[in-house]
């Protein structure tokens, strides 16, 4: 697993105008390629009369799935520019339409190359990125009499709780940057006075 990627921070559309075609790239975070395609037919739907509702997509975290459509413009024109623009910027769980309503001046291939990936650069500068990154996901588990300070020294020194159980013992899900592990365990006996117990889990990808 690769340490971070980025991806958008939200859904949004972004505008511009080119020679008179209007480029209206429209992106979203996509956690599937499903996820994806649903969001290129939504954007379809939405534009019925547009000429061209051009995609790319990268779904993983390594940008194991990447997709990428002209819909009808000249081959490598639109959807791959889109693709390239999307991994320049290391954007990973996101998929981009670009909607062309024509304008009557042609652009040529490399107004297109340009118009097409200049789009969705603009549309990431506005809506902004967040970047992920990797940890192990950890539980802690601790008396109730020490929970609540726990809960709060956890928080209060920026660690990821994800989830807290109040079961016979009170259960805490956090999320650990994998170099901090041996700091943490450490911390963690020496706040509880050693009666916490801490198991790791598995790998994930989390905000910072």
């Excluded at 990973?92 to 107004?111: P, Q």
């Excluded at 967040?130 to 588990?141: E, G, H, S």
Aim: glycine letters at 12%.
């Amino acid at each position: 697993m690769q340490e971070q990627y980025r991806t958008v921070a939200r859904e949004g559309v972004h505008e511009t105008e080119i020679s008179k075609s209007r480029f209206i790239c429209a992106l979203a975070p996509a956690a599937t390629e499903q996820e994806a395609q649903d969001f290129i037919q939504r954007i379809r739907k939405e534009h019925p009369t547009a000429t061209h509702n051009c995609y790319a997509y990268v779904i993983g975290a390594e940008g194991g799935i990447q997709k990428a459509s002209d819909d009808g413009e000249p081959g490598g024109t639109a959807g791959v520019p889109m693709l390239q623009m999307l991994l320049r910027r290391e954007v990973r769980y996101v998929v981009a339409v670009v909607t062309r309503y024509f304008g009557g001046v042609k652009l040529g291939a490399g107004g297109l190359i340009r118009a097409y990936g200049g789009a969705v650069g603009e549309a990431l500068d506005a809506l902004g990125t967040i970047t992920c990154k990797r940890f192990r996901l950890a539980t802690v588990t601790v008396d109730h009499q020490r929970a609540g300070k726990l809960e709060n020294d956890l928080r209060a020194t920026g660690r990821e709780v994800r989830d807290v159980r109040y079961e016979a013992e009170v259960t805490i899900e956090i999320g650990l940057p994998e170099a901090d592990v041996d700091a943490f365990r450490a911390w963690l006996a020496d706040t509880t006075a050693g009666t916490a117990v801490l198991e790791l889990g598995g790998e994930a990808y989390g905000t910072v």
